[in-house]
Nanobody
Framework: QVQLVESGGGLVLPGGSLRLSCAVS????????MAWYRQAPGKQRELVAG???????NYADSVKGRFTISRDNAKNTVYLQMNSLKPDDTAVYYC??????????????WGQGSQVTVSS
């Protein structure tokens, strides 16, 4: 079994910064792509940023230049550094990853969600 544990959410003023972390543990042969999604009240879940096993990244247009996704393969952890936060960034943030428990067995997993609130 695989567990994803998120940390780092909270309340921040507009213009402030937060860093989210998502640690993957359990039966891990390898980890493929890792990503962060978010869901605001009344809206659909959307992709915020993704990173491949090789380190290539992609971002939603709304966060380009403000958010940075990174991963530490030795710690099986993905991070989301969020700078210049805006009230529109308020949402529950979820990490998502594809984990292989063996060479030919891959499953997709979600974290529990972290509330990020940007408000004065």
């Amino acid at each position: 079994q695989v567990q994803l544990v998120e940390s780092g959410g909270g309340l921040v003023l507009p213009g402030g910064s937060l860093r989210l972390s998502c640690a993957v543990s359990g039966s891990i042969f390898s980890i493929d792509g890792m990503a962060w999604y978010r869901q605001a009240p009344g809206k659909q879940r959307e992709l915020v940023a993704g990173i491949t096993s090789g380190g290539s990244t992609n971002y939603a247009d709304s966060v380009k230049g403000r958010f940075t996704i990174s991963r530490d393969n030795a710690k099986n952890t993905v991070y989301l550094q969020m700078n210049s936060l805006k009230p529109d960034d308020t949402a529950v943030y979820y990490c998502n990853t594809d984990v292989r428990s063996s060479r030919f067995n891959r499953k997709n997993y979600w974290g529990q969600g972290s509330q990020v609130t940007v408000s004065s």
